[in-house]
């Protein structure tokens, strides 16, 4: 009966490392794929000294975006390489065919704590599975605009001046 339950464990464990599809994440791979990232305040990433991180959340095809997880992170290049990405192999678990994902960026190495940018847009990309090569992710060759999220502490202020505003006019 051990044999029975350890070879059905080992046969589920299997399985599911199957279950695992891969693309290839990078915006240039001419002719076809020419997506050069930018931010909407006209800062191109990897341009300046400051270090800029990627990350993408995703999932199978047809999930919800609450169950997605962090599928994988990368960094801008530099110089006349700004806008686009060090190139990754992304896997997707539970993913057969293809996978939705969508991307962040964040200032510094770590993807903690609140987006500098955000890119409303869902991708959806073919996976392979191995030992098949993975296929590069369709990003176009349209440039990429991430919309910059306020930081809180800035909310917070503008927040402060409109209820003052507010308040001085209520006492007149």
Do not use: C, H
């Amino acid at each position: 009966m051990k044999k029975l339950i350890l070879a059905l464990a080992a046969l589920m464990v299997s399985l599911a490392a199957y279950g695992q599809g891969q693309f290839v994440f990078n915006n240039r791979v001419p002719p076809d794929i020419n997506a050069k990232f930018g931010l909407d305040s006209g800062v191109t990433p990897g341009s300046d000294a400051t270090v800029y991180t990627v990350q993408l959340l995703g999932g199978p095809t047809g999930s919800a975006q609450s169950t997605w997880t962090e599928i994988g992170t990368t960094t801008f290049r530099t110089g006349n390489a700004a806008g686009y990405v060090n190139p990754i192999t992304v896997t997707v678990p539970g993913a057969t065919t293809s996978a939705d994902f969508k991307l962040n960026v964040f200032t510094g190495t770590a993807t903690t704590g609140t987006a500098l940018g955000t890119l409303g847009t869902v991708f959806t990309t073919p996976v392979a599975i191995a030992p098949n090569p993975p296929p590069n992710a369709p990003l176009g060759t349209a440039a990429i605009t991430f919309t910059t999220v306020p930081e809180p502490t800035t909310l917070a202020l503008g927040l402060l001046g409109v209820g003052s505003l507010l308040f001085i006019r209520r006492r007149k």
